[in-house]
């Protein structure tokens, strides 16, 4: 039978036998549950008793929303310290001189802070019965939901590692890894729609001369918005496209978006144990 | 066993190893002293494969630490001159997961924890998180984690740095240990007297170069130049030292009551040929003796160079 990971054994028993976890989970709950449950008082206030299905949708795609937002905080901020907290406490080098590989090391760290997130992610599923039990909403998308969130959840820790690895120091790593994640899902979001206005300008002749070509400005604003957690989010939740491009990739968005971003992963966590290999290091040892 | 051969690092603008050569036996515990910034944890780091030469090969058992790092941290115990632990591992726990990252079997983790806790004397702190034991029994604990994959060579940079003498004396004890296990240890430290006590060899470092090396004994002989000699007389030990001014290869001569302290440059022979000038003298010779140094006075004289350099600066 093949053996845990030994760093991934050491992180999760690390991380599990702490009060800090239990604690980290109960908050993450509370403000998720304050969401929804603030949500249906706000609902059932102005027509008591009643609680209409199109409600429950509507509750649904709040309590996704809400909880991409406590992914986006959580998740890099698991991650961004994986390495360089390693390196501060001086346990790195200790770690490089055994038989594991860089590539084990920076693999068995994202699994294991992953592994606790998809916890938060998994603790959350009572609240979406809350859902299910006024119906509205279809087993398929809240498979769709926790799909993405998969996705997104182990892109948001691969720049987390990979800034870890990067910078010496947890605290400049970390405010990277929450620049970066923030420009992914906000950035990518703004740009594809002020691209969009821009192509459309352009159509209406409101910039002369034309500065790029029409076809190539819909095709990146496909792009962005496929790659935008945001809009791919309301894609699964909603069924249709945020911004209207014409452009078709033959795949789905969500499809796109996630091959796009297992790919950015798979090359950031590479990136990250080639850090770790002597020679590549930036930070120095004597 | 270990071998450095024309190694070169630089840090930026910094050489911290200028073409550094050593060659260490197997089964010694060999010593690597030098004042701060000689080079001492690079070599180190080197020979653990933590850090890449710029220029040379060192090799720790026949084996390349660039070509073959894999293999080379198969037969290493590394121990670091700064080191953490983990929170939240006890301390059979902590050496387990070393094990583990070793590829040691699981089912022989637990035995081999156990008997590694006896080694460093803390079989009692088996179940203790390691992050509320003492300094001492950190050292300890990184000792017998060095230990877990029954290296060949260990590494240690400066073990006793921070520890009291009790601990100190412990420490001193499970390297002898080690010695008698067969290990080839490569130590560093700053407290000299210790490493003379236990090391069968050592090399002094500086600004990145090998000053000298061998054995204690070689090591004081080659760094004194001249000898400093010291005649014991009955009597007119004032004319002795105006007579001994006189003969080749004396120099710095000090009567002091009954004795007559110099420096003297010179073999054997000739060291022989001084005694019985004294003797066909007249001078009632009852003692004539070197003043042997010990390895701290032969650390300041070869590095001597150095401070003055850095008292210029």
Redo the contacts between chains.
Sequence with gaps: MA?IN??L??EL??RF??GKTAWLLALYLLVIGAFVLGFMYLSWRGSPGIFQPDRSRSLFIMLSVTQLVLLGFVVPGLTAGVISGERE???L?????????PRQIVWSKLVSSCAFVVLLVTATLPLYSIVFMYGGIAPGQVLGVFGFYLVTIFLFGCIGVACSSFFKRTGVSTVTAYGLAFALAAGTGFLAVFLHEMNRLQARGGISPETWHPAFLAWVVEFLQDINPVFVLMQILLGENGIPTGVNFGLPGWAVYTLVYLAAGVLLQHWSARLLL??KRRW??? | MIRFNGICKN?GATR?LDNFSLEIGRGLVYGLIGPNGA?K??AM?IL?????PDAGTATVDGLDV?EE??KV??I?G?M?D????????RAT?YLE??A????IP?HRRPGLAKTLLELVNLPDKADVYVDSLSRGMKQRL?LA?CLV?DPKVLILDEPASGLDPRARAEMKEIIRHLKHLGKTVLISSHILPELAEICDAVAIMEKGRLVVAGTVAEITAVSRGARQMRVAVLDRAGELAGFLATRPGVSETLADGQEVRFLFDGNQAEQAALLQAMVSGGWPVVEFAEIRRNLEEAFMAVTAEGVEDHGGN
């Design positions: 053996e030994p760093v054994l050491k028993r690390q036998r702490t406490r001086q346990t080098n200790v770690l490089l001189t055994t038989r594991l590989t002597p020679g120095r040892n004597p | 840090f911290a080079g944890t690079t780091s653990a494969t933590l850090l890449l660039v790092a894999e941290r198969g290493i590394y670091p700064f080191f953490g632990v983990y929170d939240g591992l726990e997961f070393f583990a990252a070793h590829h699981a990184a984690r994959h």
